[in-house]
């Protein structure tokens, strides 16, 4: 997880402004995450347990491949302390409808990918400002290490975003949800926002839920092997 617990600024009073933005606009509906608890997930530690040899296998590889590949979490800390060992500048918003943009993002322009609801999900999305799609190619590094990105379900597969739930929404009327959508991504396109993530922004964190809260683990990198093995089947 990168951004797991205290926030620096600009990125705490960015995530604060949108979130003010949308109980503003669907009140009670709005189920802020907490700041601390607001996350982005780089790679999945997800395990599953193969029943032929009792090894712990990753469930992405498993699911997409069918390929029973072990985990080596070692590898894993070095491959994101040698990435992270320079801060990895981030950009949020900046984005105009009609803008020329340097890629899409899931066949849609960064605009509309920069805030959107998913399910019941309020979700901001950002880049690193360098060419080349690094988190992409971060996900696909940690392949070596026995982990596959749950969104590279085929070999071409593209995916750089960081994605942000700021909250959840409880039987908010579809029109104020998209009018909510509207408001904070017009917002972000003309107040683009940048922050830097480094080695120590970036955490190991389990828990029982998609919220993460509360957490039954956390560690900064490099996180003990054997201690994420031990929880990457648990749930």
């Not at 996350?39 to 193969?50: E, M, R, S, Y």
């Not at 029943?51 to 491949?65: C, K, R």
Request: net charge neutral; with cysteine; charged share 20%.
């Amino acid at each position: 997880m990168a951004l797991y617990g205290p926030k620096a600024e600009p990125a705490r009073s960015m995530l604060a402004g949108v979130q003010g933005m949308i109980a503003g606009r669907i009140g009670d509906a709005f189920l802020p995450y907490s700041m601390e608890q607001i996350h982005a997930t780089l790679i999945a530690f997800n395990g599953v347990i193969d029943p032929d040899s009792g090894v712990t296998v990753n469930e992405y590889f498993l699911e997409h491949t069918g390929s029973r590949r072990t985990m080596d979490i070692d590898l894993a800390m070095r491959v994101l302390t040698r990435f992270f060992s320079t801060a990895l500048r981030v950009r949020v918003g900046g984005y105009r409808p009609c803008d020329e943009i340097p890629f899409r993002s899931r066949g849609q322009h960064l605009y509309q990918r920069t805030f959107s609801v998913q399910g019941d999900a309020f979700v901001l999305m950002g880049w690193p400002v360098a060419a080349g799609l690094p988190l992409h190619r971060l996900r696909r590094d940690l392949n070596a290490a026995g982990l596959l990105h749950r969104y590279h379900a085929r070999e071409n597969d593209i995916d750089g975003d960081m994605h942000i739930v700021v909250g959840h929404h409880r039987g908010a009327p579809p029109a104020a949800i998209g009018g909510t959508v509207t408001a904070v991504r017009d917002e972000l396109a003309g107040h683009l926002v940048e922050f830097d993530i480094g080695l120590g922004d970036v955490k190991v964190v389990a828990a029982d839920n998609h919220t993460l809260a509360p957490p039954l683990f956390t560690s900064p990198i490099p996180a003990d092997a054997s201690a994420v093995l031990a929880l990457a089947a648990r749930f």
